[in-house]
């Protein structure tokens, strides 16, 4: 069973995920952090930047993007790589050659996919994945049927995710149908996979990625599979778990040393 940590607020979750990050970045300056784009991760990203202030270096840190969507220019704002760079790269002073973003340029998709999982490699895989979890039971935008061994490639974008993101545009019809994503097989290779959900929007697609059975239908249950996960939720994205008391009273036997 993957360890549930459950927090009063998203800001109580940040900080805690954040202080874990802090932590791994100073016991190895080359940390390899992956990171995930929409609302979820902003609350880690903020109280982030509260450890910068002090002095955290991530100067020598890597990221790499979950995913992209096809189609939209590199300085769109609305792209990953210009959230990343945003979010992450520019208020935590990684190095942007170091921050690696899928190509959703539909010139070049062919070899993206091959492109993106090289860099991975070349980094030496990643260390801490950040994931969100989108109410299809996506995550990054492995859509439900996505193969567990998947590789970063193209996917098509379901029309629920479509409708769920089109609050970051300015009309439904100017959200990409295509994205590019970090397939389930590269994610589960992560070392450490924290799966961040907030908000009563997210209690189900949570209860079945966490308790329900590992499918393919469920793409997010594909974190049952990992030797190293951990949940962490706000008291509304816990509410339809069927063994909260158990998961409280783990977090609350928890040595403080272990970290997350
Ligand atoms: C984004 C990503 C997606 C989101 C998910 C939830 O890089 O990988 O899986 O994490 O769609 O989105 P938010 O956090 O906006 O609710």
Redesign the pocket.
């Known amino acids: 069973m993957a360890e549930v940590l459950i927090y009063e607020t998203p800001g109580h979750a940040g900080r805690t995920v954040a202080d874990h990050i802090a932590h791994s970045v100073d016991a190895k300056p080359q940390l390899v952090l992956g990171v995930?784009?929409?609302?979820?991760p902003l609350p880690v990203y903020g109280a982030l930047r509260d450890h910068v202030a002090v002095g955290i270096d991530f100067s020598q840190a890597s990221a790499f993007?979950?995913?992209e969507y096809v189609g939209l220019s590199p300085d769109d704002p609305r792209s990953?790589r210009a959230a990343v760079h945003r979010e992450v790269t520019v208020p935590l002073g990684l190095s942007p050659e170091r921050v690696h973003v899928p190509d959703g340029d539909p010139q070049h998709l062919e070899t993206a996919g091959q492109r993106f999982e090289a860099l991975i490699e070349a980094a030496h895989g990643v260390d801490i994945q950040l994931?969100?979890?989108?109410g299809t039971g996506?995550?990054?935008?492995n859509e439900p049927g996505s193969s567990f061994g998947s590789l970063t490639r193209v996917k098509t974008l379901t029309d629920r995710?479509r409708h769920?993101?089109a609050r970051f545009f300015d009309a439904l019809d100017e959200v990409p149908h295509q994205c590019i994503t970090q397939g389930l097989g590269t994610i589960l290779r992560a070392r450490h996979l924290i799966l961040m959900a907030f908000g009563p929007a997210k209690a189900q697609a949570v209860k079945a990625a966490v308790e329900g059975p590992v499918t393919s239908s469920v793409p997010a249950s594909a974190i049952q599979l990992h030797p190293h996960v951990t949940v962490v939720l706000d008291e509304q994205a816990a509410s339809a778990l069927a063994y909260t008391d158990y998961y409280r009273e783990a977090q609350s036997l928890k040595p403080v040393w272990q970290g997350l």
């Open positions: 995930a784009t929409g609302s979820t993007a979950l995913d990953s994931l969100g979890i989108g996506h995550i990054a935008f995710t769920d993101n």
